[in-house]
């Protein structure tokens, strides 16, 4: 962008690493990870998800960071200016933020549904599962309030993005990581003193090979990618804001340490829980929403506990809809030249109707088929599927193919003689994360 001397910039090192973190600490670590670790496997499933994290993750997060921060642009624009012809990276992140956050919103709002509930002691007031889930589907097929806190969370998101980079993004996420990181180690710790909680402890480390498959291969690989927002342009965008003294490495790995670190948190709160209610640890979605709540009602204090475990879980698909959001909103700021605001505005109306529809796929609508798939499951099938994988896809095939022009080539390699680390890298990005990705493509329409 011409006008990049005057664009906002991150506080520095510290502020680029909980800001980025904040994008991907969220409703996929806390909600997805423990029931995806859970039906596959526990142990087994965790040793494959470090090794997606390490040889994939953490080199496309640091190939985004590098188009970001020497580009200083949105993601269409970052490409644009790198490679026109690849600016269709651009426009299929773009794309796939508006679609997840038709769905994020509406699980954010059913978050906030279940803080309230728990403040209001109807949760603990409940006791065994069925009755539990009564009230999560008598809940979410109804045609008002999951819409209402859709449209909400919508709100408390737009509110922070209009405060801009610095004001609204940067101080949320100051605030809230901290916040989250030490809720859910109080959590973890209570949850493993409960009886017969070490027994979940056992199941969530130690390794089971027998219930991994080739497919839970590839389902480690898109949780992995879902969780570090990866191939859709959030990244690049956040890059876009670090200062110049930022070193991108660094921040990669620790916003990746991090992130991997509230899943296995996540984990540590979930399983010995579980375990010590009986519960089946491979329940599925519903794990957070039924069987959680279950526990919370038998716990002394319960509704006390339940009502932090789901602030925790509003603030992290906070900091996470505020990163998709601001993907688009910088966008059509800087590529449509309109105000912030007026930016902000548009993205918050799109989602919202594609929030408020998805909420009702579970009701009223929910006769409305795309495919066989009702509207929210379509928009989870079409990014988490397709869309994330394409452009993770594309995103290393540009970052390790592409020749690159010098400020690029100078922030993601560092030097024109290679060091180990940048040989790693680029081997990394040039052959297995596309290789790895191409399977996971396949796979996803069903082809693997
Ligand atoms: N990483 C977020 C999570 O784990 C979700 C997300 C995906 C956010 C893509 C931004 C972009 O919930």
Not at 411 to 434: A, E, S, W
Request: aromatic share 12%; glycine share 10%.
């Amino acid at each position: 962008m011409e006008k990049s001397h005057s664009r906002a910039t991150f506080g520095g090192r510290i502020s680029a690493v909980l800001v980025t973190a904040g994008s991907a600490v969220g409703l996929g670590n806390i909600w997805r990870f423990p029931y995806v670790a859970g039906e596959n496997g526990g142990g087994a499933f965790l040793l494959v998800y470090a090794g997606c994290i390490l040889l994939l993750g953490l080199p496309l997060t640091i190939a985004e960071f590098a188009i970001g921060k020497s580009t200083r642009c949105n993601a269409v624009g970052a490409y644009r200016r790198l490679a026109p012809r690849w600016s269709i990276i651009g426009y299929t992140g773009i794309l796939t933020s508006t679609l997840i956050l038709g769905f994020y919103f509406v699980v954010a709002g059913w978050t906030a549904e279940y803080m309230l509930h728990s403040l209001t002691g109807e949760i603990a007031a409940r006791g065994e599962a069925e009755s539990h889930r009564l009230l999560f589907e008598r809940f979410i097929a109804d045609p008002w309030r999951p819409a209402l806190y859709a449209v909400a969370f919508a709100v408390a998101t737009q509110l922070v993005i209009s405060l801009g980079v610095r004001r609204g993004i940067e101080r949320a996420a100051k605030v809230m990581m901290p916040l989250l990181f030490l809720a859910l180690l109080a959590l973890a710790v209570h949850s493993i003193l409960l009886p017969g909680g070490l027994e979940g402890l056992r199941f969530f480390l130690a390794p089971d090979f027998s219930k991994l498959t080739a497919s839970s291969v590839l389902t480690a690989l898109g949780q992995a990618f879902f969780s570090l927002s990866i191939g859709l342009g959030t990244m690049v965008t956040y890059a876009s804001y670090f200062t110049p003294s930022t070193d991108i490495r660094r921040t990669a790995w620790q916003v990746t340490a991090v992130d991997t670190l509230v899943a296995l948190l996540a984990g540590l709160v979930i399983f010995p829980a579980v375990f010590s209610a009986g519960i089946e640890p491979d329940s599925g979605p519903s794990l957070v929403f039924i069987t959680l709540p279950t526990i919370f009602g038998t716990l002394p204090l319960g509704g006390l506990w339940s009502a932090i475990f789901f602030l925790l879980l509003v603030i992290a698909a906070l900091t996470s809809t505020i990163s998709l959001h601001e993907a688009c909103t910088a966008y059509l700021h800087e590529e449509w030249r309109l105000p912030r605001r007026t930016a902000a505005c548009c993205t918050t109306l799109v989602t919202v109707l594609l929030g408020i529809f998805a909420s009702l796929s579970f009701g009223v609508l929910n006769g409305w088929r795309i495919g066989s798939l009702t509207l929210f499951d379509a928009l989870d099938h079409l990014t988490a599927d397709l869309l994330l994988p394409l452009g993770g896809l594309m995103t290393c095939l540009f970052a390790g193919w592409h020749r690159h022009p010098k400020a690029l080539y100078e922030t993601l390699y560092r030097d024109p003689r290679l060091g180990i680390g940048d040989r790693t890298l680029r081997f990394l990005l040039r052959y297995v994360c596309p290789a790895v990705m191409v399977l996971l493509f396949l796979d996803s329409l069903g082809i693997g």
